[in-house]
């Protein structure tokens, strides 16, 4: 009952439901539009104020906080983001953030990587091609990839910062597995920073995940010129479908 309550208030909140009146119904109301006790309704607050998105006090009642003070590593916070729809501002800040940690994290997946740790990267990798060769779900093995070169740094920091930052990348991943050959196009540059951590060559792993990085945000930029609609991210990864060409009818015997 709690967690569905937090889903829902929270979503409110990044949907800008209350951003006209900048504060929470009071509790009685809430309790009678969602059907839960004030129990419920005070532990979801106090989650919500943990996350940012609001603020309490006396005489001021439960405020509506702007999106600069949400904790957008928070994994709940990105996903009510992206369930409401992306925006140009999320995107280039995800795409900023990309160019400061990944960059750095490969580095030391270069130098670090065990075995075990290339294996799961590999696999990872494997699972995207099959997606790409014969259809499938993208974008939960590019999250694997990705995630593997931050365990691989081993760096207790960055692989804490993997479940938040899987949360962002998931939306930039979403666009372009809805591009044409956006998928076709990128393979084989994150099998450029794999080679490149495998050979132990920290520059070249760190040109190679920037190279990716810039096609990411070619994908973002195509999206945003065209004026397209940006995507609303909930639910299963978005599977690849293959173009099925139809067979050639054959040419009629003259008679």
């Not at 699972?127 to 995630?147: C, I, N, P, S």
């Not at 132990?200 to 990716?212: C, F, G, I």
């Not at 070619?218 to 397209?228: A, H, K």
Request: glycine content about 6%.
């Amino acid at each position: 009952m709690h967690g569905h309550t937090l889903d829902g208030l929270g979503l409110d909140i990044v949907s800008g439901r209350y951003s006209a009146i900048g504060a929470l119904p009071p509790e009685p109301v809430l309790c009678q539009q969602l059907g839960v006790s004030r129990t419920v309704i005070r532990e979801s607050v106090k989650s919500l104020v943990a996350k940012g998105l609001l603020s309490t006090g006396p005489k001021v009642g439960t405020r509506v906080m702007p999106d600069a003070h949400w904790n957008w590593f928070d994994p709940d916070v990105v996903n009510w983001q992206a369930r409401c729809g992306l925006t140009p501002e999320f995107l280039k800040d995800l795409q900023e953030l990309r160019r400061v940690v990944e960059p750095a994290a490969v580095r030391l997946a270069a130098e670090r990587a065990t075995p075990e740790d290339i294996a799961n990267i590999e696999a990872a990798y494997a699972g995207m091609k099959q997606a790409v060769e014969e259809g499938g779900d993208y974008v939960t093995h590019d999250l694997r990839f990705h995630a593997g070169l931050l365990q691989a740094s081993h760096n207790r920091m960055l692989v804490q910062m993997s479940k938040a930052l899987n949360a962002l990348l998931r939306t930039s991943f979403e666009i372009s597995t809805r591009i044409q050959d956006g998928t076709k196009n990128s393979l084989p540059l994150h099998r450029a920073v794999l080679n490149a951590v495998i050979a132990r060559n920290p520059a070249k792993a760190e040109r190679a995940v920037m190279v990716l990085i810039e096609g990411a945000r070619n994908d973002i930029d195509q999206v945003l010129t065209s004026r397209r609609k940006l995507p609303v991210v909930s639910g299963a990864a978005t599977p690849i479908k293959l173009k099925t060409k139809l067979a050639k009818r054959p040419a009629k015997t003259p008679v």
